[in-house]
């Protein structure tokens, strides 16, 4: 039998070179591309039957111009880049990988949150600058230093990666509002409360954003959000950059509104030099690195080889447009 086609089309992002392809390569004929320019794609997804990617956009007019395509499997749990509706009118099935970064991305915003508070890094320049040693006292206190137990955490999204860093802050003394377009009372706890959104902003501390971006969820942290929350809150977005108006985030840091804000994922991406977050004060900007730990990475493609093997079993999993 001749072997299915596979074709990998933005593969640098996920395995820069410390990965094996083997257990996709095994599959079927597997072609990769480091990356796929948009022109490119009819091309080289080709006779394909099988498609992995990462962010390309699969539109409605690449998928009739390809007309072998069976399954798109996707490095990510996002599935906005493609046209599903499109997809599902062709037979074409469409797998994601859920879950595969829970770890990863709840320790990066825990990191993030310590940072801000703790400031590990600018202690370490203190030290080894000789701040310290012209101190006249034993230590070096810094007055901006805060406690995270006792504080109010307001997680927005308690999915996978949501629950973990509640785990995280909570082992910390933390208190958590959470909301959820879902409530589950078998989550609650006597440091865990489902609240509605206008209370989480109004009492939390801390925000921490876990949720996709969808229709309702898009731009939620503007300044009318912005408006309802305590001075002196810290956000953090480990998820999405669509999730906050980066102008009204920034007007809020320089206004004191905001203590501080950590950031992994950017509207634009790479971000572009005229983003208002990277003159903003307080700001604790990351790369989009929260899902790129080796044993993450590693963790992906184990998931999205064995949703190619269920598909050719003929018992596809997590399958997002049924």
Not at 15 to 29: T, V
Not at 97 to 119: D, F, M, R, W
Not at 144 to 150: F, K, N, Q, S, Y
Not at 241 to 260: C, H, N, Q, S
Request: include cysteine.
């Amino acid at each position: 039998m001749k072997p299915c086609k596979i074709v990998i089309l933005d593969g640098a992002r996920t395995n820069p070179g410390d990965l094996s392809w083997d257990p996709i390569g095994a599959l079927g004929e597997l072609t990769v591309y480091p990356n796929t320019a948009p022109e490119q794609l009819i091309e080289r997804i080709g006779d394909s039957e099988i498609v992995i990617l990462d962010k390309p956009v699969i539109t409605r007019e690449i998928l009739e111009a390809c007309p072998n395509l069976r399954l798109i499997t996707l490095f990510a749990t996002g599935f906005n880049n493609i046209d599903i509706d499109a997809a599902r009118e062709r037979g074409v099935t469409v797998c994601n990988a859920p879950g595969y970064s829970s770890n990863a991305v709840s320790q990066l915003a825990a990191a993030l949150l310590l940072e801000i508070t703790t400031k590990v890094a600018a202690h370490n320049e203190a030290v080894k600058g000789g701040v310290w040693q012209d101190n006249s006292y034993f230590c070096r206190v810094a007055p901006d230093l805060t406690e995270i137990a006792g504080k109010t955490v307001g997680i927005v999204g308690y999915g996978a990666i949501g629950q973990a860093f509640g785990t995280i802050v909570k082992a910390m003394g933390a208190e958590l509002l959470v909301y959820s377009r879902h409530r589950r009372p078998e989550l609650e706890d006597a440091h865990t409360r489902f609240v509605p959104l206008d209370e989480l902003y109004a009492r939390s501390d801390i925000i921490s954003l876990h949720c996709p971006v969808n229709a309702d969820s898009r731009g939620m942290i503007d300044a009318a959000a912005l408006a309802k929350m305590k001075d002196g809150v810290i956000l953090l977005n480990t998820s999405r950059g669509a999730l906050i108006v980066e102008e009204d985030v920034a007007d809020a840091l320089r206004r004191g509104k905001l203590r501080a804000l950590g950031q992994d994922a950017f509207a634009v991406e790479p971000i572009r030099p005229d983003n208002p977050l990277l003159t903003a004060p307080n700001t604790w900007l990351t790369p989009h690195v929260g899902w790129a730990p080796h044993e993450t990475r590693a963790r992906l493609l184990d998931i999205v080889a064995a949703n190619i093997r269920a598909f050719q079993s003929g018992k596809p999993q997590n399958v997002v447009n049924p």
